[in-house]
T-cell receptor, first 110, second 111 residues
């Protein structure tokens, strides 16, 4: 089993839709959970950062962590064409390198 | 803009050659991480430096090496290049928190 798994997509949604992006992981030592957004061939941009289980909201974005099932989600409300990108989840256990999923490619159609 | 800079943006070279990629972390960040992103492998951790010292190694080939200088910038050296080394190379810096901030990357093409 890979350490971090994501559905690669592509995921295509109409503008204004609610998007759900998900990751599963296998290492129970992970305590910090990050979501990065990467536009084509650009550097990953930190979008959300949560610690342990629970929810965190920032504008149209909500990150959710369920450590008991090792499941991470990112929700995007009122999706916009500018949200079209690859979304990477990256759990880690503190002062350690990030372990990335392969990313989910999202396309929001106007 | 993350505050992390990388040069050059693009590199095109031939097999067997050697190249150096440069990274300047955000002001005050002591940790630098190098990652490789290829189409089929996703983002893979290569190596980490903290204040000039190597802290962790990932799947870095023996042909690759890195260092971090007293001014905290870091260089990744890739030698005896092969076609399969073509990829995007990113560095990320980390301050006192756990967030890592990525640079814009260097796109390496080996012909």
């Amino acid at each position: 089993q890979k350490e971090v798994e994501q559905d690669p997509g592509p995921l295509s949604v109409p503008e204004g839709a609610i998007v759900s992006l998900n990751c599963t992981y296998s290492n129970s030592a992970f305590q910090y959970f990050m979501w990065y957004r990467q536009y084509s061939r650009k550097g990953p941009e930190l979008l959300m950062y949560t610690y342990s289980s629970g929810n965190k909201e920032d504008g149209r974005f909500t990150a959710q962590v369920d450590k008991s099932s090792k499941y991470i989600s990112l929700f995007i409300r009122d999706s916009q064409p500018s949200d079209s990108a690859t979304y990477l989840c990256a759990p880690h256990s503190g002062n350690t390198p990030l372990v990335f999923g392969k990313g989910t490619r999202l396309s929001v159609i106007a | 803009d993350s505050g992390v800079t990388q040069t050059p943006k693009h590199l095109i070279t031939a097999t067997g050659q050697r190249v150096t990629l440069r990274c300047s972390p955000r002001s005050g960040d002591l940790s630098v991480y190098w990652y490789q992103q290829s189409l089929d492998q996703g983002l893979q951790f290569l190596i980490q430096y903290y204040n000039g010292e190597e802290r962790a190694k990932g799947n870095i080939l023996e042909r690759f090496s890195a260092q971090q200088f007293p001014d905290l910038h870091s260089e990744l050296n890739l030698s005896s290049l092969e076609l399969g080394d073509s990829a995007l190379y990113f560095c990320a810096s980390r301050g006192s928190g756990n967030e890592q901030f990525f640079g814009p990357g260097t796109r390496l093409t080996v012909l």
